[in-house]
């Protein structure tokens, strides 16, 4: 029988155990503080933010928005950065991707303070990362990891396969599984728009992780029998829905799901993960720069 990972209930437990190290930081007059900020007219991009921002008042996260008019000069945006990042209260800025085309995004990476870089994505904490000595795992593979380990499936000496090599999900990602650790010690092979038979890689994989951004793209026929599929991707596709449209995953589900051994559902699996990654290192961030004892790796 395949196991369908439940990203929710995982997520749930993860929010849950970080009340506990929230309420220590309380106790020692610290209130953790997450700023979001959006310079962009997305939908989608509206849509996380305002997620994001619930996510933070539910734990008891103090969240701040900031909103830049999509005509405001690129300063506004550095200047807007820059207050944050001295801000005493702030202990974590996500600045919300993909920003609008004329801005530089990583420049806007490189001005956030690397210690409030709780997306992981600043030069600094890339380098750490890869270097084997993170600080903030970035929110959608540190997910990943947790969906993994919450299921008790082995990523010792397995043959991970990702297809997708993006700098926020397939290249940390690969970095997390190979590396010389009880939650890496995969053998990983990155996959992207330019390999040679698809097919023939990911149906070597025992776990098999898709972050494309095509529908569908992984297909019965490319997995084999009792492989962990884990499906990053979210697309809106048009559906005779009450929005004009329905998320879907990269894996065809219906099809994958009788052939994997587990398997992620789009809802469901990995965004819930993504969303609690981010209060998980929020909360560090908050231990970190108030030199309080919160015992999160
Ligand atoms: N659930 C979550 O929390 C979460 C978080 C982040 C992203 N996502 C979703 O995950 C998906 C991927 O996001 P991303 O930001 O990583 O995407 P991205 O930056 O667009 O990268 C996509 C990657 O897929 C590769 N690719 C594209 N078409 C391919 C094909 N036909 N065969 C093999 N590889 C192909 C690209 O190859 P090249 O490098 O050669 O172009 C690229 O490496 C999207 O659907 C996004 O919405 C979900």
């Known amino acids: 029988m395949t196991e369908v990972i439940d990203g929710n209930a995982v997520a749930a437990d993860i929010r849950e155990s970080l009340s506990e190290h929230i309420e220590t930081l309380i106790h020692n007059d610290v209130t953790p503080g997450l700023a979001t900020v959006l310079m962009s007219d997305d939908p989608a991009s509206e849509t996380y933010v305002s997620m994001k921002q619930r996510d933070c008042e539910e734990v008891g996260i103090n969240g701040i928005h900031v909103e830049i008019d999509t005509d405001a000069p690129a300063e506004e945006l550095y200047g807007t950065i820059d207050d944050l990042n001295s801000d005493p209260d702030v202990h974590g800025i996500l600045v919300q991707m993909p920003l609008i085309d004329r801005i530089d995004s990583r420049r806007v990476l490189r001005s956030i303070d690397p210690m409030k870089d709780v997306d992981g994505f600043h030069p600094e904490n890339v380098g750490r990362l890869v270097a084997g000595n993170d ?29 997708g090599r993006s700098n926020i999900v397939g290249k940390p990602l690969a970095n997390l599984l190979f590396r010389k650790a009880t939650d890496g010690n995969a053998t990983v092979t990155v996959c992207h728009s330019r390999t040679k038979d698809l097919e023939e890689k990911t149906r070597n994989a025992d776990i098999l992780v898709a972050a494309v951004g095509v529908p569908e793209l992984i297909e019965a026929e490319m997995v084999s029998e009792g492989t962990t599929v884990i499906d990053v991707g979210v697309n809106r596709v048009d559906a005779d829905t009450e929005k004009g449209y329905e998320l879907v995953g990269d894996v065809a589900y219906d099809e994958v799901k009788d052939i994997a051994g587990a398997i992620t559902p789009v809802p469901g699996g990995v965004g819930p993960m993504t969303r609690a990654m981010l209060l998980y290192n929020t909360v560090k961030a908050a231990g970190m720069q108030e030199d309080i004892g919160i015992n999160l790796e």
Do not use: M, N
């Not at 990943?144 to 297809?163: F, G, R």
């Open 135 to 163: 600080r903030y795992r970035p929110c959608t593979p540190h997910g990943v990891q947790k969906l993994l380990s919450a299921y008790d499936i082995e990523t010792e000496s397995a043959d991970a396969v990702i297809v």
